[in-house]
């Protein structure tokens, strides 16, 4: 188990914080147990709850020529035929995971092949469930092209509490299954836009490991 680079700098807060926190419980309150106690006890509880949310397991990779392997830990929340309007425009499957807080919140390639699309938008920080966050929140869209040709579009979108979308990724790199492609801060959901027709090994419901569980095949 390892701590992701990108809770440093939480991390650093939370440490800073917790050292004033119980300094000012010693300095004012020192005759007061209860006081350092608490001190102590909401320090722990921020420590964890970084630490936890940061987490950067080790994983064994799920690796296949034709699978689609979940971009994210999470739950199946969605699973319909829609209207793709931003690249495809056109109908799609769409498979959504949802992330919770205590998912891990590392953001993976499905599956291997050139990034052929990548945008970042700015937006809203509606719940993750609601429809609408998929077009309204901040989000980015990334495209990989399989090669056999086949196109996959994957959204990482931010929710009511992530607040921050990072991706290691741009237009023409190539993409690794499994491989790390972003992170999202306090969980939210990863939208995936696969061809009509995708054989899927999942259902609404579903919890999946990221660079684990297979979603389906292409």
């Known amino acids: 188990m390892k701590f992701h680079k990108e809770g ?4 650093i807060l939370v440490l800073v914080f917790s050292s004033i926190v119980i300094g000012i419980a010693h300095y004012f309150f020192n005759e007061f147990l209860i006081a350092k106690l608490f001190a102590y006890a ?17 994983r064994n990779f799920t690796i296949g020529e ?21 690249y495809f425009k056109d109908k799609r499957l769409q498979v959504s995971v949802f992330m ?3 998912n891990v919140h590392v953001n993976r390639y499905p599956i291997a092949g050139v990034v052929s699309f990548f945008k970042y ?29 086949t196109e996959i579009l994957f959204r990482q979108i931010a929710g009511a ?10 237009q023409n790199d190539v ?27 999942v259902k609404i419901g579903d919890v999946v490991k990221g660079s684990q569980s297979v979603l389906g095949e292409i």
């Open 42 to 58: 909401l320090s722990g509880f921020l420590l964890i709850t970084i630490l936890q949310f940061f987490r950067h397991p080790k």
């Open 100 to 102: 919770s807080p205590i």
């Open 161 to 170: 509490l992530a607040r921050r979308i990072v991706w290691y990724c741009k």
């Open 121 to 149: 938008h700015p937006g809203k920080f509606l719940a993750a469930w609601e429809p609408k966050s998929s077009t309204e929140n901040e989000r980015t869209t990334v495209v990989v092209k399989h090669k056999n040709g």
């Open 66 to 86: 034709n699978l689609i392997v979940s971009p994210a830990d999470g739950k199946i929340v969605v699973i319909e035929e829609t209207t793709e309007n931003e």
């Open 8 to 11: 440093y700098a939480s991390l």
């Open 175 to 201: 993409a690794e299954q499994c491989g790390e492609m972003g992170f999202i801060k306090f969980g939210s959901r990863v939208d995936l836009f696969l061809p009509i027709g995708t054989k899927l090994n």
